[in-house]
């Protein structure tokens, strides 16, 4: 759905986000046009893994069942989920995601450390729309 | 400084969920801002409106629409669109009109009919659009974001439920009080814990509504306000329209990430607190001097936040402000005295024009029973998605 914003499998699963090769600023989702740093002369762009881990900025959830364009099934009971805002020590960039299920506002704290994982946003009888997750560290259901 | 512009009429729609269509809203505003002026559509030179979607059709209209409703007379039209801002954009071009000699007077309307339930995006897979893709991606509404600002106070300066429920007592008081609002009945600190979390730690009673909603302003250069003899109008000294600066460092709607901060050192103030210090620094008038506040309470805790930015009080004392009853009516600075967001619920184009609309009220003296005593300096504060701030200060 959205084009090589995550890359790779396991532990070697990362966001993906791009770098300017002027003033070094990095920017996710990535930026392919241009450097928006306004005293950037400007620079190429170059595809940068993010790092695996952060710390929680803050953190909420969904109780009730977002409209679309998010897809979930009207069948199914309503399951809220998690949503973790994170921030990327070396980058310095606070990048929002949603939980790895199970996870609940309950299991959470603000600065405690996660790590990005795989995870699936949802999938019909043709397509699985993958994404990625947080997941604290040291979690590994 | 630059120089003022007369607030020469204000005029609202009553807020609610009443199932017609914006048009009406708007015109009903502006026949109520018209008569206040006492002025006929006819000696108005120009009309600016703050845009919505007009069903079915595939775009955003607004000025020349009230224009064709109120009766086609050939004054200069204009729209603008700056989502929550919108109305303070439509303020600000009438003003820029007024000063720069273009028009004399000019009509600003802004009214909507909003859909029940959360916000969403336009239909359609719209790859390129933030605001499309946070809902695509994450399931992201809006107050998925407020509870995130929430939970941060939480963590950062102490803040709880409570607190955060006692912005919606206060603003339910004064909502109670204003004949426009779309809720007019007390709430309580046990009803808001009562009603259903809605995006962690925010319940029901701490977000707003959607709400249908229309209001309207007719500005004039102080030359005008003179000769309709109308010696010592409401002025509006300021308006901010600011973007943020880079790298933006708050996670901010519809973004699904910040501006990293990892190479350019990040600016001192937040985006939020620009608005109101550009609106401060137009107008060369100080926090101090304010007698009253319309903040953007989205949520309960956002309101909180917005104390800070228009530096009623230090970083992380906006509860202990709300505590101490500073902010609300007969306080040393009540914010949304109005009822605020939290009585009218969003009417996105026309809620900066309905805080100025207060504050019009407020200055002259004309509130009623939630007026501020004594009322001489009011600010407005506002957001719009997308980056668009929105700040009116206005003076008596
Ligand atoms: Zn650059």
């Known amino acids: 759905m959205v084009t090589d914003w995550f890359t790779g499998d396991g532990d070697d699963f990362r966001l ?24 950037c002369g400007g620079g190429e762009l170059a595809e940068l893994p993010l790092s695996r881990r952060g710390r929680v900025w803050s953190y909420t959830d969904s109780r009730y ?28 960039i606070v990048v929002l995601g949603q939980a790895v299920p199970g996870i609940t506002v309950a299991d959470l704290t603000v600065g405690m450390e996660v790590e990005v994982v795989p995870g699936v946003l949802g999938e019909d009888t043709e397509t699985t729309w993958t994404t990625w997750h947080w997941r604290p560290t040291g979690v590994t259901a | 400084m630059t120089a003022d512009v007369a607030v020469l009429g204000a005029g609202m729609h009553p807020w609610g969920k009443w199932g017609r269509g914006f048009v009406e809203y708007g015109t009903a505003a502006a026949r109520a801002a018209l008569a206040d002026a006492g002025l006929e559509w006819r000696d108005i030179g120009s009309i600016v409106g703050a845009d919505t979607v007009r069903g079915g ?45 273009l028009a004399d007077v000019v009509l600003v309307v802004g009214a909507d009919a909003a859909p029940k339930g959360f916000f969403r995006p336009a239909g359609g897979e719209r790859h390129d659009d933030p605001d499309w893709l946070r809902f695509r991606v994450l399931g992201a509404t809006n107050p998925t974001y407020f509870g995130l600002y929430a939970r941060r106070r939480m963590a950062l300066y102490g803040d709880t439920p409570e607190d955060f429920a006692q912005v919606k007592v206060k603003n339910a008081a004064l909502g109670a009080l204003n004949p ?4 007019r009945k007390r709430v309580s600190a046990e009803e808001v814990a009562a009603s259903a979390v809605v995006a962690d730690p925010l319940r029901l009673l701490d977000i707003c509504a959607t709400s249908d909603g229309g209001a309207a302003l007719v500005l004039s ?23 943020p600066r880079y790298p933006n460092t708050v996670l901010d709607l519809p973004d699904i990430a910040t501006d990293s901060a990892a190479t350019v050192t990040p600016p001192d103030e937040t985006f939020r607190a620009s608005i109101a210090r550009a609106a ?11 007698s009253l506040a319309e903040v953007y309470d989205l949520s309960t805790a956002l309101e909180l936040q917005w104390y800070e930015d228009l530096r009623l009080c230090g970083e992380g004392e906006g509860a202990k402000l709300l ?9 040393r600075i009540p914010v949304n005295a109005s009822g605020g967001l939290a009585s009218f619920g969003e009417a996105v184009p026309a809620q900066a024009i309905a805080q100025v609309c207060e504050l019009t009220w407020q200055l002259r003296g004309d509130a009623g029973d939630r007026q501020v005593a004594g009322a001489r300096v ?19």
């Open chain 1, 16 to 39: 993906l986000g791009t770098r300017c090769s002027a003033c070094a600023s990095v920017f996710f989702p990535r930026e392919d046009g241009h450097c928006r740093n306004p005293a």
């Open chain 2, 57 to 101: 059709y595939p775009g955003y209209v607004a000025g020349a629409t009230f224009a064709k409703a109120l009766g086609w007379q050939g004054a200069r039209v204009a729209s603008v669109y700056a989502a929550c801002a919108s109305g303070a954009q439509a303020v600000n071009a009438a003003r820029a009109q007024i000063l720069s000699g």
């Open chain 2, 323 to 331: 505590r101490e009853g500073a902010t609300a009516l007969g306080g």
């Open chain 2, 378 to 396: 009011g600010l407005t504060a506002n957001q719009g998605l997308f980056g668009h701030g929105s700040a009116v200060l206005a003076v008596r």
């Open chain 2, 180 to 183: 426009y609002a779309r809720y």
């Open chain 2, 280 to 290: 401060y620094e137009e107008a060369g008038v100080g926090p101090e001097e304010l």
């Open chain 2, 221 to 243: 250069s102080m030359e005008f306000a003179r000769r309709r003899g109308a010696a010592d109008p409401v002025r509006i000294r300021a308006v901010s329209t600011v973007t």
């Open chain 1, 65 to 92: 069942r977002p409209p679309s364009p998010y897809v979930s099934d009207p069948e199914l009971p309503w399951e809220p989920y998690a949503l973790i805002a994170v921030e990327l020590e070396s980058e310095r």
